[in-house]
């Protein structure tokens, strides 16, 4: 992912290293996507291997480190598009840390796990607010076009809330089918009934 967020800040114009990191970060790409900036120099280095950036100039202004400034390339513009069209078009799972935590949830009493979604989901309409003040105040200066990915996450983030105010009340109500079983199975150490 870092390769394709160097790509899409080179695209605008040519940039050392350093400013490829400050704009990505700027612009938010780095919580959109997955990035490990230690290998920063390295994916530069790849990139410019493989033809998708060009050095453009590189030069020593007094006692600073040497500065290369690199240019997407033809391939790398053709390299970039295809990543994009492959992301946009292609649906890819990936398992958040939640779902993880869900399919081993019987190791817990079910009360505390009622108490654990309460503070999840006060996290999450807290958090949700935030992002839709924000969204909002976004809105007024910068067109949608850049602004989809958060409307995403904010999507994907309110559906998260929906259903967890979902299934809390099921607990709290308990109408959670088998929640009986759960608390006798806790109540007996956690032994197989």
């Known amino acids: 992912m870092l390769g394709l967020a160097v790509l899409a800040a080179v695209v605008e114009r040519p940039m050392h290293p350093y400013e490829m990191a400050t704009v990505i970060r700027e612009r938010g790409k780095d919580q959109d996507m997955v990035l490990k900036w230690g290998s920063l120099y390295t994916v ?27 240019r997407i390339t033809d391939a790398g513009r053709a390299e970039l598009q295809d990543w994009v069209r492959e992301l946009i078009a292609v649906p890819e799972r990936e398992p958040p840390r939640f779902k993880a935590g869900l399919s081993v949830w019987a190791a817990l009493d079910p009360d505390e796990v009622t108490s654990l979604l309460r503070q999840r989901l006060a996290r999450l309409d ?16 910068v067109p949608r076009m850049f ?3 958060a409307e995403y996450d904010l999507a994907l983030r309110e559906a998260d809330a929906e259903f967890t105010r979902a299934l809390l009340d099921e607990l709290a109500r308990e109408t959670f089918p088998d929640l009986q079983r759960w608390r006798e199975w806790h109540a007996e150490g956690g032994a197989a009934t």
């Open 126 to 141: 807290e958090e949700n607010s935030a992002h839709r003040a924000a969204l909002d105040e976004y809105r007024r200066e």
């Open 44 to 70: 530069v280095r790849n990139l410019h291997r493989h033809g998708f950036i060009e050095v453009v100039e590189s030069a020593r202004h007094g006692g600073r480190p040497e500065r290369t400034v690199y």
């Open 147 to 149: 602004l989809v990915e």
